[in-house]
C-alpha cells in the first residue's frame, strides 16, 4: 500500500513560517516528480509547487513565488514546503502528490496524494 503522509500544518499568524514535509511507505519516490496543492473551503484544488525527481528543477505558482520554497531529500522524507511571510490568504488544507516522471502543475497529471494537513493563517 503506497502511502504519502503530510505533518508540519497548524495555526500561525500573519507573516509567520511553517514547514510542511511529506513521508512516503510502501515504495520509494525518488524518481518521482513531487509537488504541493492546497485547497480553501469552496475552491478547487490549486497548484503550490512541484519539484523534479533530482530536485534541479523547482517551479512555484505566481502567488507564493519568493515565499515559499520546495525541496526534496530522496534518502528520508520525500519532499518539504518552507513557507515563510504567511498570509490569510494560503489558509488551506495542503497536498503533497506523486507522479511518475517529471513535475506537473496540473492535479490530474498526480498518482499518489497524501490526506492533507491545514495551514491557518490568522490576521
Known amino acids: 500500500q503506497v502511502q504519502l503522509v503530510e505533518s508540519g500544518g497548524g495555526l500561525v499568524q500573519a507573516g509567520g513560517s511553517l514547514r510542511l514535509s511529506c513521508g512516503a511507505s510502501g515504495r520509494t519516490f525518488s524518481t518521482y516528480g513531487m509537488g504541493w496543492f492546497r485547497q480553501a473551503p469552496g475552491k478547487e484544488r490549486e497548484f503550490v509547487a512541484t519539484?523534479?525527481?533530482?530536485?534541479?528543477?523547482?517551479y512555484y505558482a505566481d502567488s507564493v513565488k519568493g515565499r515559499f520554497s520546495i525541496s526534496r531529500d530522496n534518502a528520508n522524507n520525500p519532499v518539504y514546503l518552507q513557507m515563510n511571510s504567511l498570509k490569510p490568504e494560503d489558509t488551506a488544507v495542503y497536498y503533497c502528490?506523486?507522479?511518475?516522471?517529471?513535475?506537473?502543475?496540473?492535479?490530474?497529471?498526480?498518482?499518489?496524494w497524501g490526506q492533507g494537513t491545514q495551514v491557518t493563517v490568522s490576521s
Open positions: 502528490a506523486a507522479r511518475r516522471g517529471g513535475w506537473a502543475y496540473s492535479p490530474t497529471e498526480y498518482e499518489h
Open positions: 519539484i523534479s525527481w533530482s530536485g534541479g528543477s523547482t
